[in-house]
């Protein structure tokens, strides 16, 4: 078929004219249930409800799962619900080979949502469906872990971060690499003033292939509407895409259509995104600009292969995410730089056991004492998925939603950074977010001109959060002019010459 882009849902749009915040988001794709919040002890034992057993489960989360629950014999995969019936029978045939006992299986995660016996829910399906699970699991008293993205747009974030607030539930999302500590060990020598004034941070997410991004994922004669619950999957009776004749590319490589999805940044760019907003402290941006394009593989898919965020903050910080699908050779440093030094993270998430610090040269900071250093932050145990999901179940044994590497407000941080650079692309159109309001603007030369009235009033710098420049870093906390700067103007005449 021939798919044409005004197909595609601009939900921001539809929101606006709706008048549609946060509040009216979760009112919209909520149901009325009371909720009941259970604390499960230590020795209590922990039912999981999944919802969706795609590749994401199936060959990831659920073997992860399994692999805790031999060690743990209290916690049990009891549901299990999804669109694709192969896929909900291949992943009860897995638990039942792992355990001896089948999951409850169901088309309709509605019956999932329902069982008040399920404690937990994961939520594992293309990103349109996560706030709407999301809010519903937690509105019904039930712990969530979350797939990222979080969620698929700006409003939901907010709304499902709000909700997690009022809950007292605990909720992970699943970015699993917050569970390697280098950057928390980042952020706490960041807020020692390790680096001094933080200045700008990059990151990467590189990929190659012969096939073309998420086309390796295969087409099969069983994907058809007999297996295959269309309209759920769509969501279209709630909204959450639009109404679409069946096409196998769109369920099985949703990943490269507007409605499900925002390809590479939203997929790939959160990763990277969440990893430096846990190193710096930052979270939610001032401004963002977002570029790129399908410059290699036209191959009828609607998001770019090739991107680049750069996302300005408020504390005066820059984050740049660059990625491309169809190169992956030298890719960007992952490094955070500040005034007199910079963090380095070698290789990839996980491949280290810690990060490098690179000073800046003594002419800048006056000091000699400073030399190229590695601060040791020993990698996570096991395999990549399981130290997350362990985490998640250790903040439900000790009620502690506080626990959690990578909770929902890091999460909503995330998606206003990540989908405004999609919307930018997408658009035409530069973003701020309004964090007082709690909304999108669209961007104009305010910005800027902010930024000179600080320089022109000589302001003091803006600092990440947690670091404090007067009292751990009086000297670098601001760029000390040289003495000629003395001379400046303006003078209308000789008499005013400063030089006099």
Same mark, same amino acid.
């Given at each position: 078929?021939?798919?044409?882009?005004?197909?595609?849902?601009?939900?921001?749009?539809?929101?606006?004219?709706?008048?549609?915040?946060?509040?009216?988001?979760?009112?919209?794709?909520?149901?009325?249930?009371?909720?009941?919040?259970?604390?499960?002890?230590?020795?209590?034992?922990?039912?999981?409800?999944?919802?969706?057993?795609?590749?994401?489960?199936?060959?990831?989360?659920?073997?992860?799962?399994?692999?805790?629950?031999?060690?743990?014999?209290?916690?049990?995969?009891?549901?299990?619900?999804?669109?694709?019936?192969?896929?909900?029978?291949?992943?009860?045939?897995?638990?039942?080979?792992?355990?001896?006992?089948?999951?409850?299986?169901t088309g309709d995660y509605r019956d999932v949502i329902a069982d008040k016996s399920i404690d937990a829910v994961f939520v594992t399906t293309p990103d349109h469906w996560h706030a709407k699970m999301t809010l519903e699991a937690l509105q019904s008293g039930k712990h969530v872990y979350c797939e990222k993205p979080?969620?698929?747009?700006?409003?939901?974030?907010?709304?499902?971060?709000?909700?997690?607030?009022?809950?007292?539930?605990?909720?992970? %999302?699943?970015?699993? *690499? $917050? =569970?390697?500590?280098?950057?928390? !060990?980042?952020?706490?020598? @960041?807020?020692?003033?390790?680096?001094?004034?933080?200045?700008?941070?990059?990151?990467?997410?590189?990929?190659?292939?012969?096939?073309?991004?998420?086309?390796?994922?295969?087409?099969?004669?069983?994907?058809?509407?007999?297996?295959?619950?269309?309209?759920?999957?769509?969501?279209?009776?709630?909204?959450?895409?639009?109404?679409?004749?069946?096409?196998?590319?769109?369920?099985?490589?949703?990943?490269?259509?507007?409605?499900?999805?925002?390809?590479?940044?939203?997929?790939?760019?959160?990763?990277?995104?969440?990893?430096?907003?846990?190193?710096?402290?930052?979270?939610?941006?001032?401004?963002?600009?977002?570029?790129?394009?399908?410059?290699?593989?036209?191959?009828?898919?609607? %998001?770019?292969?090739? *991107? $680049? =965020?750069?996302?300005?903050?408020? !504390?005066?910080?820059?984050? @740049?995410?660059?990625?491309?699908?169809?190169?992956?050779?030298?890719?960007?440093?992952?490094?955070?730089?500040?005034?007199?030094?910079?963090?380095?993270?070698?290789?990839?998430?996980?491949?280290?056991?810690?990060?490098?610090?690179?000073?800046?040269r003594s002419q800048v900071t006056f000091d000699n004492s400073l030399k190229p250093q590695h601060i040791t932050a020993q990698p996570a145990y096991g395999e990549k998925n399981v130290p997350i999901i362990e985490n998640f179940f250790e903040a439900i044994a000790k009620n502690d939603p506080s626990m959690v590497?990578?909770?929902?407000?890091?999460?909503?941080?995330?998606?206003?950074?990540?989908?405004?650079?999609?919307?930018?692309?997408?658009?035409?159109?530069?973003?701020?977010?309004?964090?007082? *309001?709690?909304?999108?603007?669209?961007?104009?030369?305010?910005?800027?001109?902010?930024?000179e009235q600080l320089s022109a009033e000589r302001a003091a710098p803006r600092h990440v959060p947690g670091w404090d420049p007067i009292n751990k870093d009086p000297l670098f906390s601001q760029v000390r002019a040289p003495s000629w700067q003395k001379l400046e103007g303006p003078w209308p005449d000789a008499n005013?010459?400063?030089?006099?």
């Amino acid at each position: 078929m021939t798919r044409k882009s005004d197909k595609s849902v601009n939900r921001r749009d539809f929101l606006a004219k709706t008048g549609q915040g946060a509040a009216a988001v979760t009112a919209a794709l909520t149901v009325a249930s009371p909720a009941v919040v259970r604390a499960k002890g230590l020795n209590e034992r922990l039912r999981l409800g999944m919802l969706a057993t795609g590749d994401r489960v199936l060959g990831g989360l659920g073997p992860a799962i399994l692999e805790i629950a031999k060690r743990n014999q209290n916690i049990e995969i009891a549901s299990a619900c999804d669109v694709y019936k192969m896929n909900l029978e291949a992943f009860a045939d897995q638990v039942k080979k792992s355990t001896g006992v089948a999951p409850k299986t169901t088309g309709d995660y509605r019956d999932v949502i329902a069982d008040k016996s399920i404690d937990a829910v994961f939520v594992t399906t293309p990103d349109h469906w996560h706030a709407k699970m999301t809010l519903e699991a937690l509105q019904s008293g039930k712990h969530v872990y979350c797939e990222k993205p979080m969620t698929h747009t700006v409003e939901e974030a907010i709304a499902v971060m709000d909700a997690w607030k009022k809950s007292g539930l605990v909720m992970q %999302v699943g970015v699993h *690499a $917050t =569970a390697d500590p280098r950057w928390r !060990e980042a952020y706490k020598f @960041i807020r020692q003033g390790g680096i001094g004034k933080v200045i700008q941070a990059q990151t990467h997410y590189y990929r190659n292939s012969s096939m073309g991004e998420w086309r390796y994922y295969k087409l099969t004669p069983e994907m058809n509407p007999k297996n295959v619950d269309w309209d759920m999957f769509l969501g279209h009776e709630w909204g959450l895409a639009p109404k679409m004749p069946f096409d196998r590319a769109v369920f099985r490589q949703w990943r490269r259509y507007w409605p499900f999805g925002s390809g590479l940044m939203t997929t790939l760019f959160v990763h990277r995104l969440t990893h430096l907003l846990l190193a710096t402290g930052l979270r939610f941006p001032r401004r963002v600009v977002g570029a790129g394009g399908i410059f290699l593989e036209l191959d009828g898919r609607e %998001v770019p292969d090739t *991107a $680049t =965020a750069v996302i300005d903050y408020n !504390e005066g910080v820059q984050i @740049i995410v660059s990625a491309s699908m169809c190169t992956s050779v030298r890719p960007l440093e992952i490094c955070i730089r500040g005034h007199h030094g910079t963090v380095v993270f070698s290789g990839a998430p996980w491949s280290g056991d810690g990060f490098d610090f690179v000073p800046e040269r003594s002419q800048v900071t006056f000091d000699n004492s400073l030399k190229p250093q590695h601060i040791t932050a020993q990698p996570a145990y096991g395999e990549k998925n399981v130290p997350i999901i362990e985490n998640f179940f250790e903040a439900i044994a000790k009620n502690d939603p506080s626990m959690v590497f990578s909770p929902p407000d890091v999460g909503a941080a995330a998606i206003v950074g990540i989908n405004l650079a999609a919307d930018c692309y997408r658009y035409g159109k530069v973003y701020e977010w309004d964090n007082q *309001a709690r909304k999108v603007v669209e961007s104009g030369p305010g910005y800027a001109k902010e930024w000179e009235q600080l320089s022109a009033e000589r302001a003091a710098p803006r600092h990440v959060p947690g670091w404090d420049p007067i009292n751990k870093d009086p000297l670098f906390s601001q760029v000390r002019a040289p003495s000629w700067q003395k001379l400046e103007g303006p003078w209308p005449d000789a008499n005013t010459d400063p030089a006099r």
